[in-house]
């Protein structure tokens, strides 16, 4: 006997990543997509807006509160931008619904206030900066070599139309790499910038460096130097069907969870 399909809101299914998951979410027998939350529309079927979701009938909501409360899904997944991700998650919280949230650059203190919120509720709320399951061993990769090589500079790549820089996964990398690296402040002591910025970012002594470009999809190389030698891990994604993996087990894990998760590498075996 087939067990209930986990039903799911999608925020943003009109974005670039919306639009996979929308795929993802209607082609698996054990999900059932209820309904989508977008900035317009309100009141229209997601098929009538976008002839590619032809069949696709399910009632689009412009109001997260109102969306959550008439269609009482088990799962909200988010794709839009980090001010409406904030605002999605943490409304879906307190409407008893599981966030599965792929929004980059909501801030430290809204994260802490999730975390606080989801393990207060007992309700498993889950924030990937990457769901890319490659992009995730890349950065479990680079946490390894950390213990071996004290100097790493991260270059991170993206579309021009990416908001936040540096990306959440470059940020979520120079964090893991900094739990196996003693802090240190890499380059000359007496190192100038002649140009500002011109040496990226910098965390945890790490220099970290944002390409935009047109062409672009998610990409990321984290380079690690020693005498003699140079580590480099990258990894690429080329279309953004390879996030929708990552975001299938974020969504069948949350439902198991009783509180907040940050990072996808927490729920692979």
């Known amino acids: ?8 809101v999608i925020a943003g299914p009109r974005g670039r990543m919306g639009r996979e998951a929308v795929k993802m979410v209607t082609h698996q027998k054990h999900f059932q997509m209820v309904a989508v939350i977008d900035k317009g529309n309100d009141g229209k079927k997601l098929s009538e807006v976008e002839p590619e979701f032809h069949g696709v009938d399910c009632p689009i909501y412009t109001d997260i509160h109102t969306c959550l409360k008439a269609t009482k899904p088990d799962c909200l997944i988010d794709l839009t931008v980090p001010d409406a991700a904030y605002y999605h998650a943490k409304s879906a919280l307190e409407l008893n619904v599981r966030p599965v949230v792929g929004t980059t650059g909501i801030s430290p203190d809204e994260l802490e206030d999730l975390k606080t919120l989801a393990n207060e509720k007992k309700l498993g709320c889950i924030i990937a900066p990457n769901f890319a399951i490659g992009a995730v061993l890349m950065m479990k990769f680079s ?6 090589f004290s100097d790493v500079e991260i270059i991170e790549l993206h579309h021009d139309g990416k908001l936040d820089a540096p990306s959440g996964t470059a940020i979520k990398t120079a964090e893991m790499i900094h739990e196996n690296r003693e802090l240190k402040q890499q380059g000359h002591p007496n190192e100038t910038e002649k ?11 790490m220099h970290i460096h944002s390409v935009r470009l047109p062409g672009l999809i998610a990409h990321q190389q984290v380079i690690f130097g020693a005498s003699g030698e140079t580590l480099t891990i990258r990894h690429d994604s080329y279309d953004r069907s390879s996030f929708m993996t990552g975001v299938k087990v974020s969504v069948e894990t949350v439902m198991k969870l ?6 996808l590498e927490n729920i692979l075996d």
């Open 1 to 8: 006997m087939m067990a209930n399909p986990i039903k799911i």
């Open 143 to 148: 946490q390894m070599a950390a213990k071996y």
């Open 195 to 205: 140009l500002t910025g011109a040496r990226g970012a910098e965390l945890y002594g």
């Open 258 to 263: 009783d509180g907040y998760v940050y990072g």
